[in-house]
């Protein structure tokens, strides 16, 4: 299967990593310092599943030199989205699929408004890995049953799914194929929605995690599954207490990648997670008001810090 790797940051280079680690063709969009030394030195990869060194890499940042492929892998943050839509459609071509897994619910109607709408899948990753130094990739954990989960929109699971399942267990990753990826994916909207408490605090896992968190947590979740019985998606009443028995079992050092992104000064996506939240309820008068506060705390923050 020919890959091409969209957006070469933690979740993608550790995806793609993985993936050209196991031998598969992959090709890695990136740019500036990151496409060089990658270009140079390789891709480096800790993991607590084991490091690893992808060297020599394809890489490039001209989706022209690709051509069309099998797979895209659609890695980029919510706010770089629409333009890295419009660059890789020399990537696209008839047979290929879209594997979007970035944050958020709303990338979907615009994907496949913007391509062919049978191209595009639902997908999530259950991720926390970051970028370092150019060229090194910082595998932290897992969250939860499986790293990658992904689907037909409409519902289903079809055999270029099971196939594209195939490929990511060969190289190491926890994926499957579901069959109500529009569900799973507002599962993770509405967890992160009470992960983005930590970037409120400041503080990784073994500094923020008291009762008065969890508690936060909960409220904000459970906010996020009223909006979603709104939309007509049957999240369960339980999921913010599920949320938070998974979030016992990660590491002391855990931090969300928007906290990684507020203390680097890095652009937020406020816009996808809390906001999207924040409108949808107003629009289904569904109160948020923790949701509501979170994006008030963070909102100074989203466009970076210099």
């Given at each position: 299967m020919k890959?091409?790797?969209?957006?070469?940051?933690?979740?993608?280079?550790y995806?793609?990593?993985c993936?050209?680690?196991?031998?598969?063709?992959?090709?890695?969009?990136?740019?500036?310092?990151?496409?060089?030394?990658?270009?140079?030195?390789?891709?480096?990869v800790h993991?607590?599943?084991?490091?690893?060194l992808?060297?020599?890499?394809?890489?490039?940042?001209n989706?022209?030199?690709?051509g069309?492929v099998?797979l895209?892998?659609?890695?980029?943050?919510?706010?770089?989205?629409?333009?890295?839509?419009?660059?890789?459609r020399?990537?696209?071509?008839?047979?290929?699929?879209?594997?979007?897994?970035?944050?958020?619910?709303e990338?979907?109607a615009?994907?496949?408004?913007?391509?062919?709408?049978?191209q595009?899948?639902?997908?999530?990753?259950?991720?926390?890995?970051?970028?370092?130094v150019?060229g090194v990739i910082h595998?932290?954990?897992?969250?939860?049953q499986?790293?990658?989960e992904?689907?037909e929109?409409?519902?289903?699971?079809s055999?270029?799914?099971e196939?594209?399942q195939?490929?990511?267990?060969?190289?190491?990753?926890?994926a499957v194929?579901v069959?109500?990826i529009?569900?799973?994916?507002?599962?993770?909207?509405?967890?992160?929605?009470?992960?983005?408490?930590?970037?409120v605090?400041?503080?990784?896992k073994?500094?923020?995690?008291?009762?008065?968190?969890?508690?936060?947590?909960?409220?904000?979740?459970?906010?996020?599954?009223?909006?979603?019985?709104?939309?007509g998606?049957?999240l369960?009443?339980?999921?913010?207490?599920?949320?938070l028995?998974?979030a016992?079992?990660?590491?002391?050092?855990?931090?969300?990648?928007?906290?990684?992104?507020?203390?680097?000064?890095?652009?937020l996506?406020?816009?996808?997670?809390?906001?999207?939240?924040?409108?949808?309820?107003?629009?289904?008068?569904?109160?948020?008001?923790?949701?509501?506060?979170?994006?008030a705390?963070?909102?100074?923050?989203?466009?970076g810090?210099?």
């Amino acid at each position: 299967m020919k890959i091409a790797i969209m957006g070469t940051g933690g979740l993608g280079g550790y995806i793609g990593g993985c993936l050209a680690h196991s031998g598969q063709d992959v090709t890695f969009i990136a740019r500036g310092e990151s496409l060089q030394v990658i270009g140079e030195k390789g891709l480096q990869v800790h993991s607590p599943r084991g490091d690893f060194l992808v060297n020599p890499v394809q890489a490039t940042d001209n989706p022209d030199d690709v051509g069309p492929v099998d797979l895209v892998l659609f890695s980029v943050k919510s706010y770089d989205a629409e333009n890295a839509l419009e660059s890789m459609r020399p990537m696209v071509g008839p047979k290929t699929t879209v594997l979007p897994v970035l944050n958020g619910i709303e990338h979907i109607a615009k994907m496949q408004a913007g391509l062919d709408a049978q191209q595009v899948l639902g997908g999530m990753a259950m991720i926390n890995a970051h970028k370092g130094v150019p060229g090194v990739i910082h595998h932290v954990a897992d969250i939860g049953q499986y790293q990658l989960e992904f689907g037909e929109w409409g519902g289903g699971i079809s055999p270029r799914c099971e196939q594209i399942q195939k490929v990511l267990t060969k190289a190491g990753l926890g994926a499957v194929a579901v069959p109500n990826i529009s569900e799973r994916m507002w599962w993770k909207l509405a967890g992160f929605s009470g992960m983005a408490i930590f970037a409120v605090m400041r503080g990784d896992k073994a500094t923020v995690w008291t009762a008065e968190t969890r508690a936060l947590i909960h409220k904000a979740i459970s906010e996020a599954v009223a909006v979603a019985k709104a939309q007509g998606i049957p999240l369960t009443d339980t999921l913010p207490d599920d949320v938070l028995k998974l979030a016992e079992n990660l590491p002391p050092d855990y931090k969300p990648s928007l906290l990684v992104d507020l203390e680097q000064g890095s652009r937020l996506e406020m816009e996808a997670i809390t906001g999207a939240l924040s409108r949808l309820g107003k629009e289904a008068d569904v109160p948020t008001p923790v949701n509501d506060f979170i994006y008030a705390c963070l909102k100074p923050y989203v466009n970076g810090v210099p």
